[in-house]
């Protein structure tokens, strides 16, 4: 064999093998430490019970919460690192506090309607992530959560009070101007939640201020809508228009002070919504 034809083929076997280092881990070629353990990446998920006590949530109110926890253990390398060396017990109990955390800080982001049964799925949205940032530092990952109960961590009985009461608000929008400067209308009735602490000498008193509440967060909306994007998408618009309402009386307050805890259950009967122009949507 020719010696250029021997040192082309020893260039192209350096350049393989240098192709291949880079693209496949070193621990997938040699293995970690000569043979990488496959216990973690083999182990079927934990299920962990929570029990929370005490815990602050937005609507400045202390619950107690109880829920189920499913963590299963990353199939990567530095799993084993992070928890080799621990007992099955000690890696639950790292687990359940790690879950405990980030269900503490979920709630203190969620007020009282949004852990309702159907109070918009939010305490999903927050506990998740929140729980699955802290496992992840340790090899574990959040499979599910259910929220199994939540009451109240004092006798005042606001939590068990919420949604058991109900009020149903007319509205009639008209000449709301939208972002293209074009006038809209329509009509909705509302169903807001109130608590048990709200006299029925104050319903009234409520009813008018969430009617102001509603109109003004639709407002500002609007005005920050364009009758196109309403045209196009009737269903993102209202479902921020939903999201918006709901925040407003969330975060209402009375004149004490106190939170109203009121919260948004459903917008009913946009059957549509008009212009000058013409109709800009139209429930089909």
Do not use: C
């Not at 280092?21 to 040699?30: G, S, T």
């Not at 990488?36 to 299920?47: A, G």
């Not at 309607?113 to 998740?128: A, C, F, K, N, S």
């Amino acid at each position: 064999m020719s010696t250029p034809l021997l040192l082309g083929l020893v260039i192209l076997g350096v350049v393989t093998l240098v192709v291949i280092l880079i693209m496949v881990p070193f621990e997938k070629i040699f293995g970690r430490g000569g043979r990488e353990s496959t216990n973690f990446h083999l182990r079927p998920p934990m299920l962990i019970s929570i029990h929370l006590k005490n815990a602050w949530t937005r609507s400045e109110q202390r619950v107690d919460v109880t829920a189920s926890y499913e963590v299963g253990f990353i199939p990567k390398a530095y799993a084993h690192a992070r928890l080799s060396g621990l007992s099955d017990r000690q890696i639950e109990e790292v687990a359940e506090s790690l879950s405990l955390e980030g269900l503490e800080a979920a709630l203190r982001e969620l007020y009282i309607p949004q852990l309702l049964p159907g109070g918009d799925g939010r305490h999903l949205q927050e506990i998740g992530p929140k729980t699955d940032d802290l496992l992840f530092g340790f090899g574990l990952f959040l499979v599910d959560v259910k929220i199994e109960t939540v009451t109240d961590s004092d006798e005042n009985g606001h939590f068990a009070s919420m949604g058991k009461y109900k009020m149903k608000i007319h509205t009639s929008f008209r000449g709301m101007l939208a972002k293209d400067k074009i006038r809209i209308s329509f009509d909705a009735i509302w169903e807001i939640s109130t608590p048990l602490l709200l006299s029925p000498e104050h319903r009234l008193q409520i009813h008018e201020e969430a009617r102001e509440i509603i109109f003004g967060k639709a407002r500002l909306l609007v005005a920050r809508t364009t009758t196109k994007q309403i045209s196009n998408e009737p269903g993102r618009f209202f479902e921020l228009l939903f999201d918006s309402v709901n925040d407003g009386l969330l975060e209402g307050r009375l004149s004490n002070g106190y939170r109203k805890g009121l919260g948004l259950v459903s917008i009913e009967e946009i059957n549509e919504i008009t212009s000058r122009e013409g109709i800009i949507y139209r429930m089909i």
